[in-house]
C-alpha cells in the first residue's frame, strides 16, 4: 500500500493522472501461466502467424523486470527540493526519470498487445483490456510536457493540438481529421484526441504519423515544453516500437461511446509476472535478436518505400520542369509576336489618326461654308420678312382708317334708312369678305414664313433642295403679287363706294329721279362681288394646292433625313470594311511572300534531288537500252522503221526518233555537245537557269 500512495503522490506533482489497482486484484503467477497455457491451446491453428509476430513482439521482454522496478519505485516518487541552486537540476533528473518510466511502460503495454493479439487470433474491438490499457499509457506520454494555455474560459491543456498539425503536414490524415470534426458525441478536445488515435490504429498509420510530427519538431515547441518526452529521443524509440502494431486488425466502434469522460487508469496488473529462468533467458535473448532484426527489415521496407515515393515525387517535378520551361519557352515566343503586333498596330493607329485629323479639319472647313450661306440666306429672309411685316403694319392702318370712315357714312345715312338697306347689308357682307379674304392673307404669310423656315433648315440639311426652295420663292411673290392685285381691287371697291356714297348724297337732294341710278349701281355692285367670290375660290383651290404641295415636300424632306441617315450608316460600314480590307491585305501579302519563300524553297529542294538522283545516275551508271529492246519511240510512241531511225540519248539512254532527239547540250561525260533528248533538254536548261540564278 505504501508503494500505491508513493505513486499517487508523485503522479499528483507531475500532473499525470496514474492511478494503480489494489494488489488483491492482481493475479499470482501460476493464474498468469495457466491463462498463457490456455491462450496458446485455443491459437494453435493460427501458429505460423503466431511465430512471426512473436519474434516481432518480444524485443522488449528485456527492460520487462527493470520497467516494473521504476514503476513501482522510483518513476512516480517527488525529490524534495533543498535551494534554488539545485532545483533546476532535480527537475531535469526528475523529467528524464518520467521519461524513462514512461517509455519503458510503453514498451510492456505494446508487448503485451502484440501477445494477446496473437494468441487471441481474431480482430480486436474496443473492449480489449491491453488495448485499453495502451491507449491509456500512450496518451500519458502525449500529455507529457505540454504547454499550459489560457483562454477566456480558463486553462486548456490538450493533445489534440499536436495531432491536428499531421493534416497540414501529411495530406492521407485529412480524412481521420474530418471523421472526428463530424462526430456530434464528442465535445471536448480529449476526446478527439482519442477518437483520432483510435482511427489513425485502425489505418495502421499510427507511426508515419506521429513520426511526421517528430521530424517538425519545431512546430511541436509552440506545444510541449523543451524535456517533454515528444521533444527528446524517448519519442523517436516510442515511434519505432509502434511500428510493430502493424501486425494488429484492429475494428473500433466510435459512435456510442464517451470518450470525453473516461479516465485513463494504468492497470499493472497485466504486466506483473514471475522471473523467468536462466534458460528462457537466453531464449529471449535469441528471440530479442530475431525481432530486432525483424523490426530492422520492416525498417528498411518501410524507408524503401518513402525513398521510392521520393523517386516518383522528383520524377514528376523532373517532369513538371521541363513542361514549364516548354511553357516558358511558348510564352517568350508568344510575347514577342505580341509585341510585334502591338508595334503594327501603333502603327496603324498612327495612320489611322492622321486619316482622321484630316478628315475632320476638311468637315470644319465645309461646316464653316455652310453656316456662312445660311447666315446670309437668313439675313435675306429676315429682310423679307420685315419688308411683309411693315406692309402689313401699313393695311391695318388703311383698315382702321376705312372703318372709320364706314362708321361715318353710316351715321350720315340713318336718314335713308329704308333706301340703304340693301346697301348696308352689302356693305357688311362685303366687310365680312373682306376680313376673310385678310384673315386668309394671315395665315398665307404664316405659311410662308413657315416655309422660309423650313426652306432654311432644307438648304442647312440638303444643299440640293435649292432649285425647289427658290420655285417656292417664285410661288410666294406670285402670291404677293396677286395679293397686291386683290388690295387694288379692293381700292377701286373702296372708290366705287364712295362714289355711290355721293351719288346717295345727291340722290338726298333728288330722291325720286335717281332711285333707278342706284339700284342699276347696285345690280353692277352685284356683279362685282361675284366676281370676288369666284376669286376667293379659286384663291382657295390655290391654298389648298400650296398646301399639299408643302405636306409632300415635308415628305421628301424627313425621306432625304432617313436616306442621309442610312449614308452615314453605310459610310460607317464602308469604313470599317475597309479597314478590315486592308488588314486582310495585309495578311495576304504576307501568305503570298511566305508561299513564295516555300516555293523558293521547294523549287530548291527539287533542284538539289534531282541533282542528287542524276549524280547518283551517274554513278551506278546509265542503263543503255538495247537496238532490239525498243520497237516505238519512248515520247511519241512511233514505231520505228527504215525512215523513222533510232537514236540514244546520251543523257538517260532511252531510244527515241529523230524529232524528239533532236537538241544538243554538252555533258559532263562528253567534251563536245551529244544528242539529247526533248524531256532531258528542258530538264538541263532549267537546272543551268537555276544555277546561274
Not at 518510466?101 to 480482430?123: D, P, V, Y
Not at 517532369?319 to 503586333?341: F, Y
Not at 386683290?486 to 325720286?512: D, G, T, V, Y
Amino acid at each position: 500500500m505504501a508503494e500505491g500512495e508513493s505513486c499517487t503522490a508523485s503522479a499528483a506533482e507531475g500532473k499525470e493522472d496514474f492511478e494503480i489497482i489494489d494488489k488483491t486484484q492482481i493475479p499470482n503467477a501460476t493464474e498468469l501461466k495457466s491463462q498463457e497455457q490456455g491462450r496458446t491451446e485455443e491459437g494453435r491453428w493460427s501458429a505460423p502467424i503466431l511465430s512471426l509476430a512473436k519474434r516481432a513482439s518480444e524485443n522488449l521482454a528485456l527492460s520487462y523486470g527493470h520497467a516494473l522496478k521504476s514503476a513501482s519505485l522510483v518513476g512516480f516518487m517527488s525529490k524534495p527540493v533543498s535551494n534554488d541552486s539545485t532545483a533546476k537540476t532535480s527537475a531535469r533528473c526528475h523529467a528524464m526519470e518520467e521519461r524513462a518510466n514512461l517509455m519503458n511502460m510503453m514498451k510492456l503495454s505494446i508487448k503485451t498487445l502484440i501477445q494477446s493479439a496473437l494468441s487471441l487470433g481474431r480482430t480486436l474491438d474496443s473492449d480489449f483490456p491491453p488495448l485499453q490499457q495502451f491507449f491509456v499509457v500512450l496518451e500519458h506520454c502525449l500529455k507529457h510536457g505540454l504547454k499550459v494555455k489560457k483562454t477566456f474560459i480558463g486553462q486548456n491543456k490538450s493533445f489534440f493540438g499536436p495531432l491536428e498539425l499531421v493534416e497540414k503536414l501529411c495530406p492521407e490524415a485529412s480524412d481521420i481529421a474530418t471523421s472526428v470534426k463530424n462526430l456530434p458525441e464528442l465535445k471536448t478536445a480529449v476526446g478527439r484526441g482519442r477518437a483520432w488515435l483510435y482511427l489513425a490504429l485502425m489505418q495502421k498509420k499510427l507511426a508515419d504519423y506521429l513520426k511526421v510530427l517528430l521530424d517538425h519538431k519545431h512546430l511541436l515547441s509552440e506545444f510541449y515544453e523543451p524535456d517533454a518526452l515528444m521533444m527528446e529521443e524517448e519519442g523517436a524509440v516510442i515511434v519505432g516500437l509502434l511500428v510493430g502494431l502493424n501486425v494488429i486488425d484492429a475494428n473500433l466502434c466510435l459512435k456510442g461511446e464517451d470518450l470525453d469522460s473516461q479516465v485513463g487508469v494504468i492497470d499493472f496488473s497485466l504486466y506483473l509476472k514471475e522471473t523467468q529462468d536462466s534458460d528462457g533467458k537466453q531464449d529471449g535473448g535469441i528471440t530479442a535478436v530475431l525481432d530486432q532484426k525483424h523490426y530492422v527489415e520492416e525498417l528498411n521496407r518501410h524507408l524503401s518505400c518513402t525513398v521510392a515515393d521520393l523517386q516518383n515525387k522528383i520524377d514528376c517535378l523532373e517532369k513538371t520542369n521541363s513542361k514549364l520551361q516548354e511553357e516558358l519557352a511558348a510564352a517568350t515566343d508568344r510575347i514577342g509576336s505580341l509585341q510585334e503586333e502591338q508595334q503594327q498596330l501603333k502603327q496603324q493607329n498612327e495612320l489611322i489618326r492622321e486619316r482622321s485629323e484630316k478628315s475632320v479639319e476638311v468637315t470644319k472647313e465645309d461646316t464653316k461654308v455652310e453656316l456662312d450661306t445660311y447666315k446670309q440666306s437668313r439675313q435675306g429672309l429676315d429682310e423679307m420678312y420685315s419688308d411683309v411685316w411693315k406692309q402689313l403694319k401699313e393695311e391695318k392702318k388703311i383698315r382702321l382708317e376705312l372703318e372709320k370712315e364706314l362708321e361715318l357714312q353710316i351715321g350720315m345715312k340713318t336718314e335713308m334708312e329704308i333706301a340703304m338697306k340693301l346697301l348696308e347689308k352689302d356693305t357688311h357682307e362685303k366687310q365680312d369678305t373682306l376680313v376673310a379674304l385678310r384673315q386668309q392673307l394671315e395665315e398665307v404669310k404664316a405659311i410662308n414664313l413657315q416655309m422660309f423656315h423650313k426652306s432654311q433648315n432644307a438648304e442647312c440639311s440638303l444643299q440640293q433642295k435649292t432649285e425647289a426652295i427658290s420655285s417656292f420663292e417664285g410661288k410666294t411673290n406670285e402670291m404677293m403679287s396677286s395679293m397686291k392685285q386683290m388690295e387694288k381691287r379692293l381700292q377701286h371697291a373702296e372708290k366705287a363706294r364712295q362714289a355711290a356714297e355721293e351719288r346717295c348724297n345727291k340722290m338726298k337732294q333728288e330722291l325720286a329721279g335717281r332711285l333707278d341710278s342706284c339700284r342699276q349701281q347696285m345690280s353692277q355692285l352685284d356683279s362685282k362681288c361675284s366676281t370676288l367670290e369666284k376669286e376667293l375660290k379659286s384663291e382657295k383651290e390655290q391654298r389648298q394646292t400650296l398646301q399639299r404641295e408643302l405636306h409632300q415636300e415635308k415628305d421628301a424632306t424627313t425621306l432625304l433625313k432617313t436616306e442621309l441617315q442610312q449614308m452615314e450608316g453605310l459610310k460607317k460600314e464602308l469604313r470599317k470594311l475597309q479597314d478590315e480590307k486592308q488588314q486582310l491585305e495585309k495578311v495576304c501579302e504576307e501568305q503570298e511572300q511566305a508561299l513564295q519563300e516555300m516555293g523558293l524553297h521547294l523549287s530548291q529542294s527539287k533542284l538539289k534531288m534531282e541533282d542528287i538522283k542524276e549524280v547518283n545516275k551517274a554513278l551506278k551508271g546509265h542503263t543503255w537500252l538495247k537496238d532490239d529492246e525498243a520497237t516505238h519511240c519512248k515520247q511519241c510512241d512511233k514505231e520505228f522503221s527504215i525512215s523513222r531511225r533510232k537514236h540514244h540519248c546520251r543523257n538517260c539512254g532511252d531510244i527515241f526518233c529523230n524529232t524528239c532527239s533532236s537538241n544538243e547540250l554538252a555533258l559532263p561525260s562528253y567534251p563536245k555537245p551529244v544528242r539529247v533528248c526533248d524531256t532531258c533538254h528542258t530538264l538541263l536548261l532549267q537546272r543551268c537557269s537555276s544555277n546561274s540564278s
